[in-house]
């Protein structure tokens, strides 16, 4: 399957010249923990929730002056629409991150998948076996 039918798509992104608070704002608008900076259809980096606390509030910078560009992750770690679902689960695990944008062949930006996108959507898979089982198991006989 592919992740884009996971993933949010399109992601919300914002230009590098953004301002921190603005990229929140756009986080908040978005309800999501990340945003991609992207310029000219590009991936240029991804700014997180993480960035914010560890370069931003930490390092006691004011949200409405500094740029993205400045604090964001770059380069960011991706992963293309190819990959499998385990197979991305294991890079945000051994890696330690929570979003992963999903990029084609020349770095242009197709999705941002999440953690939290893959556990719904296995969650719901797993609910469908377990009903599926369920039902298979309160049949009078195999067979109907």
Known sequence: M?????ASVP?????????VLEAVEVMAEHAVGA???VENGQLR???TERDVMLRVVLR??????????EVMTS???????????????????ERHVRHLPIVGAR????????????LEHRVAELARE???LDQYLSNDSPGG
Request: charged letters at 20%; aromatic letters at 2%; proline letters at 6%.
């Open 2 to 6: 592919s992740l884009l039918k996971i």
């Open 11 to 19: 992601p919300a992104a914002v230009a590098p010249d953004t301002t």
């Open 35 to 37: 945003v991609a900076v």
């Open 45 to 47: 980096g991804i700014f």
């Open 60 to 69: 006691h910078r004011n949200p409405k002056d500094t740029r993205v560009a």
């Open 75 to 93: 380069p960011a770690e991706t992963i293309t629409d190819a990959t499998t679902e385990e197979d991305a689960l294991v890079h945000m695990v």
């Open 107 to 118: 770095g242009e930006l197709k999705g941002m998948l999440s953690l939290r996108n893959l």
């Open 130 to 132: 377990l009903h599926s």
